[in-house]
């Protein structure tokens, strides 16, 4: 059984700091391309950041600078750094792990950038 399970998320006030984890089971971890996805309410989802198994990593280009995006294979989890939050930001953060025939989601975790 696949498992996506990310944490992290909270309220946080404008230029202040989230670490999102999320912690993958039931997946060969180091095989997927692993993302963060975010979605505001009345908007749709984006890509927020994506690093694929080798390493490489993107980023959507609001959060360019502000956001990193890491992983452990060995302890099969990704993490996205977030600093100099901004209201934007806010939104439910989704974990996602992909391969071309498999694309899996977390449950989310909200993230709310307000003073």
């Known amino acids: 059984q696949v498992q996506l399970v990310e944490s992290g998320g909270g309220l946080v006030q404008p230029g202040g700091s989230l670490r999102l984890s999320c912690a993958a089971s039931?997946?060969?971890?180091?095989?997927?391309?692993m993302g963060w996805y975010r979605q505001a309410p009345g908007k749709q989802r984006e890509l927020v950041a994506r690093?694929?198994?080798?390493?490489?990593?993107n980023y959507l280009d609001s959060v360019k600078g502000r956001f990193t995006i890491s992983r452990d294979n060995a302890e099969k989890i990704v993490i996205l750094q977030m600093n100099s939050l901004k209201p934007d930001d806010t939104a439910l953060y989704y974990c996602n792990a992909q391969l071309p025939l498999n694309n899996y989601w977390g449950q989310g975790t909200q993230v709310t950038v307000s003073s």
């Open positions: 039931g997946i060969t971890f180091r095989l997927y391309s």
């Open positions: 690093i694929t198994s080798g390493g490489n990593a």
